[in-house]
């Protein structure tokens, strides 16, 4: 049972445009919500992450977005530059016995083009 | 400070054969978590270690298998290897207790399994 879904799969962003990349979860004991980073070839690389007592987080030029009511929350990447292209991960988190386990979306795999 | 290693990079091995793959965690992470990321797809929750014991699996059969040891490394072992374990196996450390969330991955180990 998939229960983080992520879209788009794939996205083209111009150099300077905004990318958006959104994610819905299902279970709502999920209570930290981090952006990984991968490059190909790399293990994925913590990018920015909230909480659900939080509307919004920016660090840089990353800002999550989180509405719990509806279970979803974004990445926003402003003024993407052609070094953001990489896939995208969102992520959940909640226990499996006293483990500590993250539940991952899909990917969506970002293009910045010149 | 050191990050997340892992060792080898790369494996190659026969279809019912059996495999040991090492991480050693973040200076000062007690706790390791290993994923499974098939191509094309986000990360998936294997188990987790802590103290040198298994605190929480994922949907994934017995003959996955771990350690972990005194100084917090720890091993993956998969036994009787089927073709549909090919995939980047992935080692994250945390430090321990539910004030602490986030998971550092390290470049992971690619496996292919002919």
């Known amino acids: 049972q998939q229960q983080v879904k992520q879209s788009p799969q794939s996205l083209i962003v111009q150099k300077g445009g905004i990318s958006i990349i959104n994610c819905a979860y299902e279970?709502?004991?999920?209570?930290?919500f981090p952006w990984y980073q991968q490059f190909p070839g790399k293990g994925p690389a913590l990018l920015i992450a909230?909480?659900?007592?939080?509307s919004e987080k920016k660090e840089g030029r990353f800002t999550i977005s989180f509405n719990k009511s509806a279970k979803q929350f974004s990445l926003h990447i402003m003024d993407s530059q052609p070094g953001d292209s990489a896939t995208y991960f969102c992520?959940?988190?909640?226990?499996?016995?006293?483990?500590?386990?993250?539940?991952f979306g899909t990917g969506t795999r970002l293009q910045v083009t010149l | 400070e050191t990050g997340v290693t892992q060792s080898p990079t790369h494996l190659i091995k026969t279809r019912g054969q059996q495999v040991t793959l090492r991480c050693s965690s973040q200076?000062?992470?007690?706790?390791v978590s290993w994923y499974q990321q098939a191509l094309g797809q986000g990360p998936q929750f294997i188990f987790q270690?802590?103290?040198?014991?298994?605190?929480g699996r994922g949907n994934f059969p017995p003959r996955f298998s771990g350690l972990q040891f005194p100084n917090y490394s720890s091993e993956l072992n998969v036994n009787a290897l089927e073709l549909d374990d090919s995939a980047l196996y992935l080692c994250?450390?945390?430090?321990?207790?539910?004030?602490?969330?986030?998971?550092?991955f390290g470049p992971g180990t690619r496996l292919t399994v002919t």
């Open positions: 994250a450390s945390s430090l321990p207790g539910l004030g602490s969330y986030e998971q550092y």
């Open positions: 279970n709502t004991a999920f209570d930290y």
């Open positions: 909230i909480r659900p007592d939080v």
């Open positions: 992520a959940a988190r909640g226990n499996t016995g006293t483990a500590s386990k993250l539940t």
């Open positions: 200076s000062g992470h007690n706790t």
């Open positions: 270690y802590y103290r040198e014991e298994e605190n």
